[in-house]
């Protein structure tokens, strides 16, 4: 079974940065696209940003001041987040891909709050 957990969200004032990691276990393959989407209170839940091998993917709304990176060795991928802004407001959630190659496996959340 695989697992997903997030951990580094927190409180952080406009322009400040905040880091995420996610851990995975449990894949019978190595380096699965991994991905992170966000959801605020009232909204659906959004596209982040996604790494597939080495490639990132950007949302247009995050691109320029988040970045992606993925550690195989340790199964883990970050979100490094510069210049946030109070928009950026949202529960932030890890995914990894099954076999079928969609988004199967999702972690708990992860709250990140910028204040203006």
């Known amino acids: 079974q695989v697992q997903v957990a997030e951990s580094g969200g927190g409180l952080v004032q406009a322009g400040g940065s905040l880091r995420l990691s996610c851990t995975t276990s449990g894949h019978t393959f190595s380096g699965p696209t991994m991905a992170w989407f966000r959801q605020a209170p009232g909204t659906e839940r959004e596209f982040v940003a996604a790494i597939r091998g080495s490639s990132p993917y950007y949302a247009d709304s995050v691109k320029g001041r988040f970045t992606i990176s993925r550690d195989n060795a340790k199964n883990t991928v970050s979100l490094q987040m510069n210049s946030l802004k109070p928009e950026d407001t949202a529960t932030y959630y890890c995914?990894?891909?099954?076999?079928?190659?969609?988004?199967?496996?999702w972690g708990q959340g992860t709250q990140v709050t910028v204040s203006s």
């Open positions: 995914a990894t891909v099954g076999s079928s190659g969609d988004y199967d496996y």
